[in-house]
């Protein structure tokens, strides 16, 4: 889905940011997440306590109240990484939002909508002064904007589904966003639901097949699939051999099914 141009197209700030502009602060954020996010396996999968946060979501609303009302201007000032951290928080809150506008009448965020509309182009959040989608935060924005270019974020964006990479249990910060992309594309990554090799087939998640194009644009000077997955070999459980063979005919790569049934914990 296209953005409004005055969203997609980037702003030219005339003035400097002031020295020591400080970043945004997600500690509300930081805080809902610590208490209602759950893992059992290290953060290599994790469910959200969502009848805990529905009682928390007054909490909820006021972070987002306060992502709402950051003007562009200010956004333009911060550094990228404060500004892909910002929209990382921002995508997986504005996501919590909508699985709580339906909870606990949902099994998975695909029941949400109508017709065909899928509940990631529905138009409810306010940001940069205008009504925008979930779409437009991860596609319109922080695929589409040169300034990233980071494959990492699909496994930081978080889908509210049982397939997608874990919602981590803290907030994302520009000063350590580096560690913690790098943390959570290797704990998704040893998901042995999602990721694994039998025989000679080497099984990764859905995502690979998506946003394949990500993973080829040379971030790193990685220019392929079969590179990026060679630099996270380990996290993959495969042998210095193996990820070398990966680019060869002696492995097959496919693509796991997707659940999307919603990222809940057990009642």
Same mark, same amino acid.
């Given at each position: 889905m296209m953005l409004k141009r005055k969203i997609l197209a980037p702003v030219l700030i005339s003035i400097l940011a002031p020295a020591g502009f400080a970043e945004f602060d997600h500690g509300v954020w930081d805080s809902l997440v610590q208490k209602h996010v759950h893992s059992s396996d290290g953060g290599v999968t994790t469910k959200v306590d969502y009848a805990a946060m529905k009682l928390a979501q007054a909490q909820l609303d006021a972070y987002l109240e306060t992502? &709402?009302?950051? &003007?562009?201007?200010?956004?333009?000032? %911060?550094?990228?990484a404060h500004q892909l951290a910002f929209l990382i928080n921002a995508y997986n809150a504005f996501t919590i939002q909508l699985v709580l506008s339906e909870y606990p009448d949902i099994d998975s965020i695909r029941d949400i909508g109508f017709f065909f509309r899928s509940p990631f182009r529905r138009e409810y959040i306010s940001l940069f002064g205008e009504e925008i989608s979930l779409d437009d935060i991860e596609h319109g924005m922080i695929r589409e904007w040169d300034r990233f270019q980071e494959p990492r974020i699909h496994f930081a964006v978080n889908c509210a589904s049982i397939s997608c990479p874990p919602l981590r249990p803290e907030a994302y910060r520009g000063d350590v966003l580096e560690q913690q992309l790098e943390d959570n594309t290797r704990k998704f990554l040893s998901n042995r639901r999602e990721n694994y090799l039998e025989e000679d087939t080497l099984w990764v998640s859905s995502v690979f097949n998506w946003y394949g194009e990500d993973?080829?644009?040379? %971030?790193l000077g990685i220019d392929s699939l079969e590179e990026f997955l060679q630099r996270y070999r380990a996290a993959l459980g495969l042998s210095v051999e193996q990820a070398a063979r990966l680019d060869g005919d002696w492995f097959t790569i496919r693509f796991t099914r997707y659940d999307w049934g919603l990222n809940d914990t057990p009642k």
């Open positions: 992502l &709402s009302d950051v &003007s562009r201007e200010v956004f333009e000032q %911060w550094g990228d993973f080829r644009n040379g %971030w």
